[in-house]
């Protein structure tokens, strides 16, 4: 039994991502109540690593409530959903107006606002938090993005930017804005997550396609590429995945996993967001879609009997050329990526008023998240120097780099296309730049469909208003 009040915070849920963030409190100074719903865990935590710093382990919720200071601060690190809300509900009469309840899982924001709502009406602050970088992350500083009142982030924020990754200085960690303004943007880097995963996995297939490689071989590529613009944790990571090898087979251990690529809802979430809103995403939604078609193997078999040779075959005469076109047009495509993920968020922020400030959420993904790369930090300056910028893309930085890469990235979308080497996302990268350049766009088509099967109306563009034609009499133009 707790006899004082004497943790700054607590955290209830001790798997590994809750036991991971407790302990990084712990290490960084702060006392940490701590409580899992089976007390085998928080024994197991003390026993293990209870010299890091000051646990209070608790092993009912009431006694990890009084081991607070107030207002008190509870971190929920649970499985995002069900699970949540009846810790909620479990805390809820255990706490007073003032306290501060912090959910790091991975919401859904709509849960984050109602959540929130609710709880206000209790006096107490809701916190929906987006914590990324796994469990190493965690232990050793995440990216984190909180969202709830100001209120609420003056007492949390001098504790999360402690613990949260720096980089050059600065904490990966700024308030996003109000209510579920937090795991919005969480779910936004989850979406470019799935982007970026694809195409680094499409550049790879691609050149062993082209090149006739080993993984091993490629694994080289991505090393050398991880020492340029394209510097990131995935970048970094695919050298590392594409080298190992299985210990079992002596094969390359991409060729014994299976090629069905799972999801826990993140990514779709943001695409059924971003429909919501009218972001066209595309190339998240087309990560998202290839994790499901992987995973429809009965099609995938039928198809394959059905059309065993549909590719020309592939002959890349100049490698190195080769290599630096896939390079450019990763590039590209992932500048694509991040200027519809910020695009979504700019939009999100819109609907929901939440004033987030694009160029600090950059800063929040430069260090400790799983899409921590070195033009973050572009996108920083890019926001900073222009706050309402039409598209990342016609930033300075950025629309070079795309310029630069445009000639790469036709080449290696035709010769994939040619080759029969599927390459969605890189793909719906190219088409979504083209579209956006384009000076007129067959919608202008689509609209005149539209009128003349459903007098839907158009504008023109050379008057005001909206028109329609009478198709089935004497086909007049007459306002809409
Ligand atoms: C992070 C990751 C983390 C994660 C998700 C997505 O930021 O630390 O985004 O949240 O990897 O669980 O996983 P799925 O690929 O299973 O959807």
């Not at 880097?189 to 195409?199: C, F, P, R, S, T």
Request: with cysteine; proline share 4%; net charge negative.
């Amino acid at each position: 039994m707790t006899e004082q009040a004497t943790a700054q915070i607590g955290v209830t849920g001790l798997a590994v991502m809750g036991r991971n963030l407790a302990r990084n409190l712990a290490r960084n100074g702060f006392t940490v109540a701590v409580h899992n719903r089976s007390p085998e865990r928080t024994r197991t935590l003390v026993a293990e690593h209870g010299d890091e710093g000051t646990f209070v382990p608790a092993e009912s919720l009431a006694d990890f409530v009084a081991a607070l200071e107030r207002p008190r601060a509870v971190i929920i690190m649970v499985k995002a959903g069900a699970p949540t809300d009846a810790v909620i509900d479990e805390l809820v009469p255990l706490l007073e107006a003032g306290d501060i309840v912090i959910d790091c899982g991975n919401a859904h924001f709509a849960d984050t606002r109602r959540r929130e709502e609710a709880l206000r009406t209790h006096g107490l602050h809701f916190v929906g938090t987006g914590v990324s970088g796994g469990e190493e992350g965690a232990l050793l500083g995440p990216s984190i993005m909180p969202g709830g009142s100001a209120e609420s982030y003056a007492k949390l924020g001098p504790i999360f930017e402690k613990i949260a990754a720096q980089v050059e200085g600065t904490p990966c960690c700024v308030h996003v804005g109000p209510d579920g303004a937090g795991h919005f943007v969480k779910m936004v880097h989850n979406g470019i997550e799935y982007a970026d995963m694809q195409l680094i996995a499409e550049a790879y297939d691609l050149l062993r396609a082209g090149l006739d490689a080993t993984p091993a071989e490629i694994a080289e590529i991505f090393r050398e590429w991880n020492t340029g613009e394209l510097e990131s944790f995935l970048i970094e990571i695919t050298a590392d995945v594409l080298a190992h090898t299985d210990a079992d087979t002596g094969k390359p251990f991409v060729d014994v996993v299976q090629d069905r690529a799972e999801q826990k809802g993140t990514g779709r979430w943001t695409v059924q967001s971003a429909l919501d809103l009218g972001i066209p995403i595309t190339g998240i939604a087309e990560a998202t879609f290839a994790r499901s078609l992987s995973g429809h193997a009965g099609q995938r078999e039928a198809a394959r009997r059905a059309f065993p040779d549909a590719g020309e075959k592939w002959q890349v005469s100049d490698r190195e050329a080769f290599v630096e076109d896939v390079r450019r047009a990763l590039l590209a495509s992932k500048i694509v990526a991040y200027a519809q993920g910020f695009d979504h968020i700019r939009a999100g922020s819109s609907e929901y008023d939440w004033n987030i400030d694009l160029g600090s959420t950059a800063t929040i993904w430069r260090g400790g998240c799983i899409i921590r790369a070195r033009f973050l930090d572009r996108i920083k300056q890019a926001y900073d120097q222009q706050p309402d910028l039409p598209s990342l893309l016609v930033a300075p930085y950025f629309a070079e780099a795309v310029a630069a890469g445009v000639p790469s990235w036709r080449r290696v979308v035709a010769d994939a296309a040619r080759a029969g080497v599927p390459a969605p996302a890189f793909g719906s990268s190219l088409s979504y730049f083209d579209a956006l350049r384009a000076d007129r766009l067959p919608a202008a088509l689509i609209q005149g469909l539209r009128d003349n099967f459903g007098a839907h109306t158009y504008q023109r563009v050379d008057r005001e208003g909206s028109f329609h034609i009478l198709w089935a009499a004497d086909r007049s133009e007459v306002a809409g």
